[in-house]
Each structure stands twice: as structure tokens, then as C-alpha cells.
């Protein structure tokens, strides 16, 4: 599958993030978000020791690809230890895996994008809003996308905070055509607006996708991307 992160044009990307959507009915959810619009799914994965929560593994990956074999799967490793995930996401059909700056040295971090990318995958690095910006810059070129969190993770449904924007602003002129700068966390059809001033092309939406009735989907999909 051709890689939608690295691939221009650079459309503003809707990734509705899974964590809101209907466990017990998930690839109804997923095909529908499709069906609305949805570019992508974001995977959040959380080991209860990184953020305070627990959520899927690679075996909910494994089923999503064998139940939609055309989903592009952005896996974001909110866990202590990534590099242990690594194998075991890719081996489950993940298109893209994301960690985090906080969780490893500079020189580590470059190590674990190569071996990613290595097997045929794109990789991005994530930042948490306490993180200075500063932790990240010097890696920004080995990326494929940054990640620039507007919640502290965890959980859904949180409230946007705007003060992040100035990373993205700080990070933006840096990329490449080929890379991308993806914001999650409190990201809906109120602040949506900003984020993409702010530079941002994947947008992560759990609550504001999937925490509406379905009708309604489509319409904040579009709102999501710029389109109305
Ligand atoms: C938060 C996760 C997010 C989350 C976003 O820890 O990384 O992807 O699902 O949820 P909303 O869009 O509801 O803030
Ligand atoms: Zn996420």
C-alpha cells in the first residue's frame, strides 16, 4: 500500500481516532467513519505505566486490517517501552507508528525511526504539551511526521489546549513536502479551525467523530478537514 503520510498532495488528513468509537461494535464503527469520510484511523495504544490507561494491542490491529484491508492504520505507541511494540504492530498490518520524545535519548530514538522504516513503514515522533519543543527539533528530520499532543494523554474527551499551537508554529517550517504534522487531543469542529492555521495536516478526532450519531458524522469530517 502506497504510504498516505509521504505521499503528497497535502491535503489536511482526517485520522478519527478509534478510542471513541463503539468497542463492541468496531468494524461497524470503522466502516462507517470510512463510508463518512475518515482518511485514516489513528490506534491508540496505552500501557498503563506512560499514561494512566489501558487500551488495545496488536491483535484489535490485526482484526482491523483483516476486517478493512484498505485502512491506512496510524498506530500511536503512548507506552514506555515502543521499541518492544514495534514487531508486533508492523507484523499486525500498522501503516505508521508514532512514539514518544520522552521516552528515549536522541541517538535511541533515530535508531528505533530506522528499524521502523526499515521495514516498510513510516514513523513519527510524538510530543506531550509539558515537553519543550526544544526536545524535539534536533529529530524533526529523521521523522515522518511529528506528533504535537493538545491533551496530556490518556483519555478522550479532553479539553484543547491552544497554548501548543506555538510548537506547531515552531516545527511547520521545518518539514519537507513529504512530512506531516499531526495534532490529538480535544481537536473538534470548534478548534479545529486553529490547529490548521497553526500548520497542522492529520487531524485526530475521537470524541468529535465518533461521541456524535452517525448522520452527523460525515458533516464534522468535512468540518474537520476545511471543506464546510
Ligand atoms: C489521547 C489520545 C488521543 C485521543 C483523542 O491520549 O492520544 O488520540 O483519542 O481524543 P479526543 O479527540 O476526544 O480528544
Ligand atoms: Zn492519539
Not at 484498505?70 to 500511536?76: E, L, Q, R, S
Amino acid at each position: 500500500m502506497k504510504n498516505l503520510f509521504t505521499n503528497p498532495p497535502r491535503l489536511p488528513l482526517v485520522a478519527p481516532s478509534i478510542l471513541s468509537a463503539d468497542f463492541m461494535h468496531m468494524g461497524d464503527e470503522c466502516r462507517h467513519a470510512l463510508e463518512a469520510g475518515a482518511d485514516l484511523f489513528h490506534f491508540d495504544v496505552m500501557d498503563g505505566h506512560f499514561v494512566p490507561n489501558l487500551t488495545m494491542g496488536p491483535d484489535l490491529c490485526r482484526c482491523l486490517r483483516a476486517e478493512i484491508p484498505a485502512a491506512f492504520i496510524d498506530v500511536h505507541l503512548m507506552v514506555t517501552d515502543p521499541a518492544k511494540f514495534v514487531d508486533p504492530f508492523l507484523a499486525a498490518g500498522a501503516n505508521h507508528l508514532t512514539f514518544h520524545v520522552e521516552v528515549m535519548p536522541a541517538d535511541a530514538a533515530r535508531r528505533l525511526a530506522e528499524r521502523v522504516r526499515a521495514q516498510g513503514a513510516t514513523v513519527g515522533l510524538a510530543i506531550n504539551p509539558p515537553t519543550p519543543v526544544e526536545a524535539a527539533l534536533d529529530l524533526v528530520p529523521d521523522f515522518d511526521l511529528i506528533l504535537v499532543m493538545s491533551v496530556n494523554p490518556g483519555f478522550s474527551g479532553q479539553r484543547f489546549m491552544p497554548e501548543v499551537l506555538d510548537k506547531t508554529r515552531r516545527i511547520q517550517p521545518m518539514l519537507k513536502p513529504t512530512q506531516r504534522l499531526e495534532m490529538d487531543g480535544g481537536v473538534g469542529p470548534r478548534t479545529v479551525e486553529e490547529v490548521r492555521r497553526a500548520g497542522c495536516d492529520v487531524i485526530v478526532a475521537a470524541s468529535a467523530v465518533f461521541g456524535v450519531p452517525r448522520p452527523q458524522r460525515a458533516s464534522v469530517i468535512r468540518t474537520l478537514r476545511g471543506e464546510e
